[in-house]
């Protein structure tokens, strides 16, 4: 069980490092972006399994990992659509 807890940590903490290093496509950053929702829902699962609590908060937090992804994916098509690539540096952030 504590095997879980470390895998899942370093999971997160890879998942972070990825996130905040410098990358030029936005579909790199979406998919660190999964990789820390998905190590985040393994936590909590053997977090709530472990005190014996209704795996209710777990649908919630599968929803609403779903619409930030559904709501990734659509920024990446409109992004694509418009100015012709997922590079950051074809479009001004300011």
Do not use: P, W
Request: glycine residues 4%; hydrophobic residues 60%.
């Amino acid at each position: 069980m504590m095997n879980m807890y470390m895998m899942s940590l370093i999971m997160f903490m890879v998942g972070n490092m990825i996130f905040v290093s410098k990358h030029k496509h936005l579909l790199v950053v979406l998919l660190s972006l999964e990789f820390i929702v998905l190590s985040l829902f393994l936590l909590m699962m053997m977090y709530l399994s472990m005190i014996n609590y209704n795996l209710y908060m777990l649908m919630i937090f599968l929803v609403f990992s779903v619409c930030e992804g559904a709501l990734g994916l659509s920024i990446l098509v409109t992004m694509i659509r418009t100015h012709g690539n997922d590079y950051f540096q074809s479009f001004n952030l300011i």
